[in-house]
């Protein structure tokens, strides 16, 4: 168990909806993570929030963004969804802005767009 | 950041060590070496990381040669359960904190 939680486990929707993923990072992490692992990308960054601020950004399309809250942890939302969108949606935290600290994944939400 | 080169794929009996090798030929001088697994579909997982001396976990060793442009995963024992891709990384602490996976190496534990 990494200590990071994401919900929910298993998500199936239709194209054109939108979705929200949550993300609780380990107990006293500042940075959150989202990758995308589709079959034909492999796993992809997409942002990353420091602290509540966005700090860095990855392969993110326009119709997803996301944001950290004051509790940290941090939504990614999906907005008129394709079934390209189909993959598994990673969350990360590590524990600092630096980049030697490792970084912990949760579990991961299985995004199915029909 | 460096680009790392590993095989896709590699067997291994258990019980054997398990040496997966891998390729940054265009690693600079402040850029760490990490390795991750993903066991099937499970989120990745932290394994270990260095910059140029050997290093060593209750997981694995990580063996980094002396010019710093290839390195070696040693996982001594391996079980069933080591059976997972394994990504080789390499992070420059200039270029920001994400994680840049490339194929991997499936390795294949057998009995």
């Known amino acids: 168990d990494s200590g990071v939680t994401q919900t929910p486990k298993h998500l199936i929707t239709a194209t054109g909806q939108r979705v929200t993923l949550r993300c609780s990072p380990r107990s006293g992490d500042l940075s959150v993570y989202w990758y995308q692992q589709s079959l034909d990308q492999g796993l992809q960054f997409l942002i990353q929030?420091?602290?509540?601020?966005?700090?860095a950004k990855g392969n993110i399309l326009e119709r997803f963004s996301a944001q950290q809250f004051p509790d940290l942890h941090s939504e990614l939302n999906l907005s008129s969804l394709e079934l390209g969108d189909s993959a598994l949606y990673f969350c990360?935290?590590?524990?600092?802005?630096?980049?030697?600290?490792?970084?912990?994944f949760g579990p991961g939400t299985r995004l199915t767009v029909l | 950041d460096a680009k790392t080169t590993q095989p896709p794929s590699m067997d291994c009996a258990e019980g054997r060590a398990a040496n997966l090798p891998c390729n940054h030929s265009t690693i600079s001088g402040n850029e760490y070496v990490y390795w991750y697994r993903q066991i099937h579909s499970q989120g990745p997982q932290y394994i270990i990381h260095g910059l140029k001396n050997n290093e060593t976990n209750e997981m694995a060793s990580l063996i980094i040669t002396e010019d710093r442009k290839s390195s070696t995963l040693i996982l001594p024992h391996a079980t069933l359960r080591d059976t997972a891709v394994y990504y080789c990384?390499?992070?420059?602490?200039?270029?920001?904190?994400?994680?840049?996976f490339g194929k991997g190496t499936t390795l294949s534990v057998s009995s």
């Open positions: 990360a935290s590590s524990g600092g802005g630096g980049s030697y600290n490792e970084q912990f």
């Open positions: 990384i390499v992070r420059s602490y200039q270029a920001g904190t994400a994680l840049i």
């Open positions: 929030y420091y602290n509540g601020e966005e700090r």
